[in-house]
């Protein structure tokens, strides 16, 4: 049993870190959300951010756009066009992707500086394509009404966890400690 633990020892410490840590973020983030009242649909302040952040590039495009709250579930619905065309609801902040992000970089951790400046970034990146993301599928959603559940379902959820798959690959390869080291001549 312990030449297997050795063995297997750097997967079982990824594994454990990673568990632990997105065990312990999500626990976090579950005690915030709890500080809002569903009974009463009161929308997390996180995604009432994000919300009036995709208003705002809308706005900056100089689009027709406003939000308000839905009154009939926590969340912000989000109108183009005065068209109501998305309820931007907790799982569209991100924060769950960032969390899952944020565990897969501490379970493949480097030196405390770089780690702690890589979640930062990468937090802050893909917040901002988070907001990007449901202004264009807004925007899409409203030309193209029949590609709804392409759009929302399949395209850009890929493209936020291909961002963060990205993130990933940069990180293990140029920062974690397993980045492989250049050999100076």
Not at 126 to 147: D, K, S, T, W
């Amino acid at each position: 049993m312990k030449k297997y633990f050795i063995l297997y020892k750097p997967f079982l410490l990824f594994l454990g870190k990673f568990s632990l840590t997105y065990l312990l973020l999500t626990f976090v983030y579950q005690i915030y959300l709890g500080q809002f009242d569903v009974k009463k649909n009161e929308a997390d302040s996180f995604t009432k951010l994000v919300a009036q952040q995709t208003e705002d590039v809308l706005l900056f495009f100089n689009c027709d756009v406003k939000t308000a709250p839905n009154s009939k579930e926590p969340a912000v619905n989000l109108y183009f066009n005065q068209k109501s065309m998305a309820r931007i609801i907790e799982g569209c902040n991100a924060l769950s992707v960032i969390i899952l992000f944020i565990s897969f970089i501490i379970a493949f951790s480097g030196k405390i500086k770089p780690t702690i400046l890589y979640i930062i970034g990468g937090s802050i990146l893909i917040h901002i394509l988070n907001v990007f993301r449901i202004a264009l599928l807004c925007v899409l959603m409203y030309y193209y009404p029949e590609q709804q559940h392409f759009l929302h379902g399949v395209l850009f959820p890929l493209f936020i966890y291909g961002v963060v798959f990205v993130l990933w690959i940069i990180w293990v390869n140029k920062f974690s400690k397993y980045a492989k080291k250049t050999i100076q001549s």
